[in-house]
């Protein structure tokens, strides 16, 4: 099981990226559940991350800003993924706050 902080709250909320490696998804879906507005499974069966314009971003490594208001569902995201794929860092520094490289 990763490291992971507690759930942040609106007022303590920095602007925040995601992005998914795909190496480790297992296409179960369950991020496209959850945030259908930030994650989408494609034709290949992984999961991707969606820019802000809801175009799917399949190069390696691609990320997205997280919306404060679909903050929690990106964290549920990393949270529930049996692959631990999903990786949600800080745009600041790039430290990785929800996921499996969690500090």
């Known amino acids: ?6 759930a942040p709250s609106e007022a303590t909320a920095e602007a925040l990226e995601v ?3 795909q190496d480790l998804c297992t296409g179960d879906g369950i991020c496209a ?3 259908p507005d930030v994650f989408e499974l ?3 069966g992984l999961a991707y ?5 809801d175009e799917l971003l399949q190069d390696a490594g691609a990320t997205t800003p997280v919306p404060l208001p679909l903050l929690q569902d990106v964290v549920d995201s990393a949270r529930e ?3 631990d794929c999903i990786h949600v860092r800080r745009v600041s520094d790039s430290v990785e706050i929800y996921g499996p490289n969690a500090e």
């Open 33 to 35: 559940q959850y945030a």
């Open 49 to 53: 991350v969606k820019s802000v314009d």
């Open 1 to 6: 099981m990763s490291v992971q902080h507690e």
């Open 42 to 44: 494609d034709i290949d």
């Open 19 to 21: 992005w998914i490696d």
């Open 81 to 83: 993924c049996p692959g």
